[in-house]
């Protein structure tokens, strides 16, 4: 007897650890967090450990925003069970990291990238879950607009730097005659124009040759970097000889060097060599640390990685230079990698065809002069298309700059665009009524949830309105909540277009009405009194409202439409109505606090549907209702 007792009793936990296991989740889904949490912390405490259960917890705390209690729930689950899915692992790592532990956080992180070698977080894109194009074509959180200067010529253009009020840049219009073999155009020379800034709005002026007579040659100058001081050049040419003459090695080819040059009243003069140029390979566009203590060009020398490189070459106090050492494999591939700049905040912009991309050269940033050894990131569209793009320079305070490219329906065969780069917001905003009475409510805390469930943002309101910035191209859902009220939550959309307010109103059905407290209907299985898990859902608002009001005492009454004989439904309605105030009484609530829990039958119609009259089905559930009184409040 004894056993079977115990036996029982292990059934009855069970079953009421699965329960509330079931109920948890609903709440979990409709993004109750807090009472989801009650609930599986309750299930936990009734012997359910199973890993849902943990890892539930882990999301709950995770997508409040609670890491300390989310790596606990977490790192429980990763105890009990050794194979948890890597979704949870990554989560683990994130919520580590967020209150500091590194060090436990570092060991997950290694263990995660040993059994996940494709996951995209870790390597950064991952073929089998992410089109690198629609990836690389959609970067909708920020808005780039985009224009062909309108200093562009029918040749090729490409190349800015600014400086002060001037833009320097590479053109082939200086059309004497001579043309380079290569692209049957003419050689290029160095230009510069005029800016001026009218609250913003940037106007050119006409395009002019480099103020110096030492400058262009007959041959190829391109690619410019200034020091910060405005006085010294450096800039790619032509190998040539004293007399301007093209030089070459022993195979006839004519390689590229890096010179500079310094102002003097005006005028770029003082043309010198750099030392690490050399007649058998190419060295050339040039690029400066914000310091100017480094140097940064392109080289295809002998010990690179790939066909031509990115080398950087310490600037000395006395002006000589250090040995140019490799960028190394974070930057250089196999491939061409070409046109580097960085900007002021140390963030390496640079061209390739080696790393992943859209075709041809593209643009790419990296933060390992940050000491970040991160992969190179693909600047996307529409600084990328699928021909070459290339010679990026930024403004890092403002977001705007220059970069060049080939593609079609440009002037020339190179155009220089100008960009303006803006993140890309929207607005979600609206008013919260009461769905009955229409009138305004305060003192809502409205929820702003992502589409991986976590809350991002709260907001309280005070004068019935609340209001949050959103990024665009993305789907969020607003949730409402006020005590003595159901929840309400719409799901919001955003699109691609900044700026965008989205009006999302939210109507909160109040649970008191006059002396009731009014819920949806709670469904029975057919002969049954089992409380089912939506009736429960239901229920938990009759909870909420007793625990917010701690004196209120309620009766219930329970009734049923007329199918069935008088007495049978008089039974089952009582039936029905004493489970109901079983259940609540369960979730802590004093017993004292439920004066009665009556079943009256069909002896209480509604509407015509007595015994043997003919109704619909929707005219029976009428009849099939649960009213719960308030006594005292």
């Given at each position: 007897m004894k056993t079977r007792l115990l036996a029982l009793t292990f059934i009855l936990s069970c079953s009421l650890s699965y329960g509330q296991t079931k109920l948890a989740d609903k709440f979990f889904k409709n993004y109750g967090y807090i009472k989801a949490i009650e609930l599986y912390q309750k299930a936990y405490e009734n012997g359910d450990n199973s890993a849902h259960v943990l890892t539930r917890l882990g999301d709950a705390y995770y997508n409040n925003s609670n890491s300390e209690k989310a790596a606990y729930w977490y790192g429980e689950a990763l105890k009990e069970y050794k194979k948890i899915d890597a979704e949870y692992v990554y989560k683990y790592i994130q919520s580590l990291r967020s209150i500091g532990n590194y060090e436990e956080a570092d060991k997950w992180f290694k263990e995660l990238s040993a059994a996940q070698l494709g996951d995209s977080r870790l390597k950064g894109y991952n073929p089998d879950e992410v089109d690198l194009y629609d990836k690389l074509t959609s970067k909708n959180e920020v808005i780039v607009k985009t224009d062909n200067l309108s200093f562009n010529s029918e040749y090729s253009d490409f190349g800015s730097y600014i400086f002060e009020d001037k833009l320097y840049f590479a053109s082939a219009r200086n059309d004497d005659g001579k043309v380079y073999s290569w692209n049957k155009e003419p050689f290029?020379?160095?230009?510069?124009?005029?800016?001026?800034?009218?609250?913003?709005?940037?106007?050119?002026?006409?395009?002019?040759?480099?103020?110096?007579?030492?400058?262009?040659?007959?041959?190829?100058?391109?690619?410019?970097?200034?020091?910060?001081?405005?006085?010294?050049?450096?800039?790619?040419?032509?190998?040539?000889?004293?007399?301007n003459r093209l030089k070459y090695d022993k195979k006839g080819t004519t390689h590229l060097k890096l010179y500079k040059a310094t102002l003097e009243n005006g005028q770029w003069t003082n043309i010198l060599e750099l030392p690490f140029n050399d007649e058998v390979f190419s060295t050339g566009h040039p690029a400066l640390s914000p310091d100017n203590k480094t140097l940064y060009f392109v080289s295809d020398r002998e010990g690179g990685l790939g066909q031509s490189d990115i080398y950087s070459v310490a600037i000395n106090n006395d002006g000589s230079y250090g040995e140019p050492e490799n960028l190394g494999e974070k930057v250089n591939t196999e491939g061409r990698e070409m046109f580097p700049f960085v900007a002021k905040d140390s963030t390496l912009y640079f061209s390739s065809d080696g790393h992943l991309n859209l075709g041809l050269l593209d643009i790419f940033k990296s933060h390992i002069l940050k000491g970040i050894r991160t992969e190179p990131e693909n600047m996307g569209s529409p600084y990328n298309s699928g021909y070459d793009d290339f010679a990026f320079f930024v403004n890092s305070d403002t977001e705007k700059g220059y970069f060049s490219s080939n593609r079609p329906n440009g002037k020339g065969s190179d155009d220089i665009y100008s960009f303006n780069a803006q993140e890309c917001k929207q607005e979600i905003a609206g008013a919260v009524r009461d769905s009955k009475s229409n009138i305004v409510l305060a003192g809502v805390t409205v929820r702003l949830i992502d589409e991986t469930g976590k809350v991002i943002e709260e907001a309280f309101t005070e004068d019935g309105e609340y209001t949050f910035t959103v990024d665009c191209d993305k789907t969020y859902t607003v949730v409402g909540s006020k005590p003595d009220y159901k929840d309400d939550q719409q799901i919001v959309n955003t699109t691609t277009d900044n700026e965008k307010v989205n009006t999302v109103d939210l109507n909160l059905e109040p649970l008191?009405?006059?002396?009731?407290?009014?819920?949806?209907?709670?469904?029975?299985?057919?002969?049954?009194?089992?409380?089912?898990?939506?009736?429960?859902?239901?229920?938990?608002?009759?909870?909420?409202?007793m625990r917010k009001h701690p004196t209120m005492v309620i009766k219930i009454e329970s009734h049923t439409d007329s199918r069935g004989g008088d007495r049978y439904n008089m039974k089952l309605s009582d039936r029905r109505a004493k489970s109901t105030r079983d259940y609540i009484i369960s979730r802590g609530i004093e017993t004292n606090r439920i004066e009665s829990a009556i079943g009256y039958g069909e002896s209480q119609l509604l509407n015509k549907c007595s015994n043997g009259a003919k109704c619909t089905e929707e005219e029976h559930q009428l009849n099939r209702r649960s009213y719960f009184y308030i006594v005292t409040e």
């Open positions: 290029l020379d160095l230009y510069q124009v005029t800016l001026t800034d009218d609250d913003g709005v940037i106007t050119y002026g006409s395009a002019s040759e480099l103020s110096s007579d030492a400058v262009n040659t007959e041959y190829h100058e391109a690619s410019v970097a200034l020091t910060n001081d405005g006085k010294t050049l450096y800039f790619t040419r032509d190998n040539v000889n004293k007399r008191i009405i006059d002396n009731q407290i009014v819920i949806n209907p709670i469904f029975f299985d057919f002969d049954k009194w089992n409380i089912r898990t939506d009736a429960q859902y239901e229920l938990e608002s009759i909870v909420d409202v």
